[in-house]
Each structure stands twice: as structure tokens, then as C-alpha cells.
């Protein structure tokens, strides 16, 4: 008896489906390779961001997924759990979680979720964290089912792809007015010498001293200074000069890339807070990032995701184009997970992530 093998001809280029492959890019080369396939993504998911937030206890990662068509890419820091064997992954201070390509309205992402969860757990992961971006597409159509995505707060967006004259017609009244009373007083620099970094960073650390600012806010100035000179996206320092005095009194750190404009960091001079120039350095962003062409002009939200503090109140007298600001947490070995939370003798803290870090 003999068993015949068919064999299939294929035309001339065709190209073979990829095989399924999870890998864990940790170079910038490799990190950059993945960025330019998918297209699509903010200065939060980029090698150098990661390198410049990274405390130094963490390892900055892309999760890569790659099956026929889709690819899928999750930056985290690695985090080891003192003690243990095993490790943890969070996201960046910002907006990250999953880009990707060739995921579709009807992708089924029932093989992600059980490939990546398999990976993380036979890789001593006990569970994942992670800030999602409110701009980039497709996030929960990938995350669904894989552990829980909570809605934290809302952040506040200007729709710079309308024309000028119409986001401002969406500024409260009284906000107009605080601007063009500002620009009559004020003369507006871009920030592009060492000097002028190290007066946005004065400006800053006391404005974060005036509000009592948690210390992880205290950023370094080797923080500052490595925003600045980043090559993987573009920093920009935009500086309020006082017209009666030329004092620079105020300062915004403004992060881009790929149309995305993010409102890092800012801080006004005590003595000038009456003058309110943060109000039209926004403004002057708008109208740049406007001219420019870009997408989206992120402010933020509230303190820890509120939307209902004076930090919130502020951002939504430029606009009511509100997005809801997401967060993904997922539990990949429940009984160390468990464990740990025992161990640490942890009060039940359910709005903490993960629970056993609650007391650190």
C-alpha cells in the first residue's frame, strides 16, 4: 500500500503565513524595528522613554506577539519581588499598553490571551499592570478577558484636527479672558539651551514645593536633561517671559511623537501665579501642534486619574473632548499572588495593583 504526499504548488511570491512567536525585545534596535512595523504609537512606548523612567531595580521590555498577520507589542518595566523568584511588570509613569498591527474589528484575541498568559506564567510572572493610552486604537479589543480593565478617571484632550478659531470657541469665557490678559504681559520662548532647561527645572521643583508634591515628582535633573536630548521623540520647553520684569516665570514640558502631543510637567513662579501663564502656554502649544498638523493634544486628568479636583477643573476649561483613562490589571498565578499578599500582611487595599506592593 503506498501513501501518497500531495504536493501544493505555490504561485510565484506567495508568502507563507507566519508562525505563532512570543519574544521579549529588550535593545533599542529590535524595540525601534517593532515601533516602525506598527506606526502607531506614543512617546510612552518608545526604548528611551522606558531607559529614562526606569528606576534601577527595573528592566524595561517590549512583550512582542507575533501570529500570521497581527502583531502585538506590550512595554513594561520588569520588577523582581524581593525575596522571591519570582517578578511583576508595570507600565511607565504615562499612557502605554498594547500597539499593534492587522488587528481588526473581528480580531479574536482568545489565542493572545492564552499564549501570553502560558509565557508569563512559566516565566515566574505573578501578575501585570499596566496605564492604557486613551489614543491608541484597538487596547481593550486586545486585553479583553485577559484580567480586568478598569475605567480610573477621564483626561482632557483638544481636538487640534478642528481649525483655531473653533477649539477656542470651546474655552470657558473667563478663560479667554485669563489668556489674552497673559499675552498682553508676557512673551512666550521656546526653551532650547542648557540654560534655559535648568530655569524650567528650578520653576518646576517649586511649583511641586508649593503643592507638597509626592517625592516620585522630584524627578531628577538627569531626568530632565535626558528628556530633552531624546532622539526617539520630541521634547518641547515652551517659557513664560515677564514683560515688567524679564523674569521667566513659568515653563510646560511638552512631549511628541506620531501627532500625539503630551502635557508632561509645567510649574509658574509663586510670585506670579496671578499673572496666569501656564493658561497661555497651553495655548500657545495648541496653536503649534494645530499648524503642525498633529492628531491630539493630550492635558491629562485630575491627580491619580480624579475627575473631579481643581487639577481636573483647570484642564476642562479648554475643552470637553474628555477620554476615559484605562487601566489594566491582570492576576497570572493566583496562588503566589496570594501568597504574597499573606506574607506582606498587607491591609486590604482592592484599589492598590498588586495588592502585596500596597505597603511599599
Known amino acids: ?7 501544493i504548488l505555490l504561485a510565484p511570491n506567495t508568502i507563507l503565513p507566519k508562525k505563532l512567536k512570543i519574544e ?32 534601577d531595580n527595573e528592566t524595561p521590555i517590549l512583550l512582542k506577539y507575533e501570529d500570521s498577520n497581527v502583531l502585538i507589542g506590550i512595554p513594561f518595566l520588569i520588577r523582581n519581588i524581593k525575596g522571591t523568584q519570582y517578578k511583576d511588570l508595570t507600565s511607565v ?25 502560558k509565557f508569563l506564567k512559566s516565566n515566574n510572572f505573578v501578575s501585570a499592570f499596566s496605564r492604557l493610552n486613551p489614543f491608541i486604537p484597538n487596547q481593550s479589543r486586545i486585553l479583553n478577558d485577559l484580567g480586568q480593565i478598569v475605567t480610573r478617571g477621564q483626561v482632557v484632550n483638544i481636538d487640534i484636527t478642528k481649525n483655531i478659531e473653533a477649539q477656542r470657541s470651546h474655552y470657558q469665557r473667563r478663560l479667554r479672558t485669563y489668556i ?21 527645572i528650578s520653576i518646576y521643583y517649586e511649583n511641586m514645593k508649593k503643592v507638597d508634591a509626592d517625592g516620585f515628582y522630584f524627578f531628577d535633573e538627569l531626568y530632565f536633561e535626558k528628556l530633552f536630548s531624546s532622539k526617539d521623540f520630541t521634547t ?58 498633529y492628531s491630539f493634544f493630550n492635558l491629562g486628568g485630575g491627580i491619580g486619574g480624579n475627575f473631579d479636583d481643581s487639577l481636573f477643573r483647570f484642564k476642562s476649561t479648554f475643552s470637553k473632548d474628555f477620554k ?17 499578599v499573606f506574607k506582606a500582611k498587607t491591609i486590604e487595599n482592592f484599589e492598590y495593583f498588586p495588592m502585596y506592593r500596597s505597603n511599599k
Open 180 to 200: 489674552n490678559k497673559s499675552r498682553r504681559n508676557c512673551e512666550v520662548k521656546s526653551g532650547t539651551t542648557k540654560k534655559d532647561l535648568k530655569e524650567f
Open 1 to 7: 500500500m503506498f501513501t501518497f504526499i500531495k504536493k
Open 24 to 55: 521579549v525585545i529588550k535593545n533599542r534596535k529590535d524595540w525601534n524595528a517593532f515601533l516602525s512595523l506598527v506606526g502607531v504609537y506614543d512617546t510612552y512606548h518608545t526604548y528611551e522613554y522606558h531607559i529614562i523612567s526606569k528606576s
Open 324 to 340: 476615559d483613562f484605562n487601566l489594566w490589571k491582570v492576576i497570572i498565578n493566583l496562588d503566589v499572588y496570594s501568597a504574597l
Open 236 to 293: 518641547e520647553i515652551l517659557l513664560a517671559i515677564d514683560k515688567d520684569t524679564n523674569k521667566t516665570i513659568a515653563g510646560c514640558l511638552f512631549m511628541i511623537s506620531n501627532g500625539i502631543v503630551q502635557y508632561h510637567l509645567s510649574g509658574t513662579r509663586n510670585a506670579f501665579l496671578d499673572k496666569a501663564p501656564t493658561k497661555l502656554l497651553i495655548d500657545e502649544m495648541r496653536i503649534m501642534a494645530t499648524n503642525n498638523g
Open 93 to 117: 509613569y504615562g499612557y502605554a499598553g498594547p500597539i499593534s498591527k492587522g488587528v481588526t474589528a473581528d480580531f479574536d484575541n482568545s489565542t493572545f490571551i492564552r499564549k501570553i498568559a
